[in-house]
């Protein structure tokens, strides 16, 4: 009797050995040969393998890799805004294995190249994620994204599509908004960072701008946003006569909109930051940081200003005289207009 309860007891250990061979040991090793960004690339390769059709859409795909690839955030980014950040060590021994790349939150992302959706998803550390199969065989992934665009795995997406608006989602919360941009071949990551050379045309934007406009569940305000941020662009464009979409050409027009009408200094965030920043032309993320001080000063220089780096009335003043944008009935030194006895805020 003892002895029959000693072998079940032996028989009982050597299946929980083997249950945590079989099943917790695969994982665990799984997880320290892909330690990417909380995303099982494995499901991903299998997901496809899996479908036939979506093999078909990704053969379609030009067999030659896109070397030279336009930066995929649409605005506002130019390859000296970028740094490489690819190898840099990550919490718990990983290493970082794609670019990110520093941009205001709602930026849209759009794809660099013709593309298949794979995968779409939500995961701890990527956040808001799309992967697309790319030229060459390779697959792209974008992380931490706001939103995702309305799009679904199996999608095929022309150069220009919009993918998603960048954010801070997944380990990135809290944290500077920016869009992880990753390249693989062969479920192996490489270095976007030299790749990177170039921009869209401003014509090619503004065509998938208006692409992602007539798509939008609210034009007027995503029209609005983007000429919060991106105004000095979308004026240069009607400057070189390209057709800009209706919403675009009345979020310009409309002056009310987007005003300063606060002292603005470090620490100083908000949609009246971009468009200083946007204004003296460096990169609008709406915090008013060093870069954002040093800029201030040297406008202040530039109009025989106290340098202080401080962006103030007589500062406003400056700079709403040179745009000759100032309500009717205003001037620089008044608070009210004296015609519609409107307070007069800094329109630029
Ligand atoms: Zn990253």
């Given at each position: 009797m003892r002895k029959k309860q000693h072998i079940y007891r032996i028989i009982g250990i050597i299946s929980l050995f083997l249950f945590v061979l079989i099943t917790i040991l695969p994982l665990t090793t799984f997880a320290a040969l892909r330690p990417?960004?909380?995303?099982?690339w494995g499901q991903v390769s299998g997901w496809s393998r899996g479908s036939s059709s979506l093999n078909n859409k990704i053969n379609?795909?030009?067999?030659?890799?896109?070397?030279?690839?336009?930066?995929?955030?649409?605005?506002?980014?130019?390859?000296?805004?970028l740094y490489s950040s690819f190898g840099d060590p990550r919490s718990g021994g990983r290493t970082h294995e794609g670019l990110d790349i520093m941009a205001p939150r709602g930026a849209p992302v759009v794809s660099p190249t013709d593309a298949v959706v794979i995968r779409i998803g939500v995961g701890?550390?990527?956040?808001?994620y799309v992967y697309t199969a790319n030229p060459g065989g390779e697959t792209f992934a974008y992380m931490h994204l706001n939103e995702i665009a309305d799009i679904t795995e199996g999608d095929e997406l022309s150069k220009g599509e919009l993918i998603g608006y960048v954010g801070n989602t997944g380990?990135?919360?809290?944290?500077a908004t920016h869009l992880h941009f990753e390249v693989r071949d062969n479920d192996v990551a490489t270095d976007p960072f030299p790749r990177l050379t170039r921009i869209f045309p401003l014509a090619d934007k503004i065509k998938y701008l208006k692409n992602i406009l007539d798509n939008a569940d609210n034009k007027t305000k995503l029209a609005e946003n983007m000429v919060i941020m991106y105004r000095k662009e979308l004026v240069s464009a009607q400057t070189l006569n390209i057709e800009l979409p209706d919403s675009i050409i009345k979020a310009l027009a409309n002056k009310i909109l987007i005003s300063i009408t606060r002292t603005l200094r470090i620490g100083s965030t908000g949609d009246d930051v971009k468009l200083l920043q946007t204004t003296l032309g460096i990169s609008a993320d709406g915090n008013f940081g060093p870069k954002t001080k040093a800029a201030v000063i040297a406008f202040q220089t530039s109009k025989g200003l106290?340098?202080?780096?401080v962006f103030g009335s007589m500062s406003y003043a400056a700079l709403a005289s040179v745009n000759g944008t100032?309500?009717?009935?205003?001037?620089?030194?008044?608070?009210?207009?004296?015609?519609?006895?409107i307070k007069c805020t800094a329109i630029l």
């Open positions: 990417w960004e909380g995303v099982d379609n795909l030009d067999s030659d890799k896109v070397v030279d690839l336009p930066i995929p955030i649409l605005f506002g980014v130019t390859p000296d805004n701890d550390t990527a956040g808001n380990n990135a919360a809290g944290g106290t340098p202080d780096g100032l309500p009717a009935g205003c001037t620089p030194s008044t608070a009210f207009s004296t015609t519609t006895g």
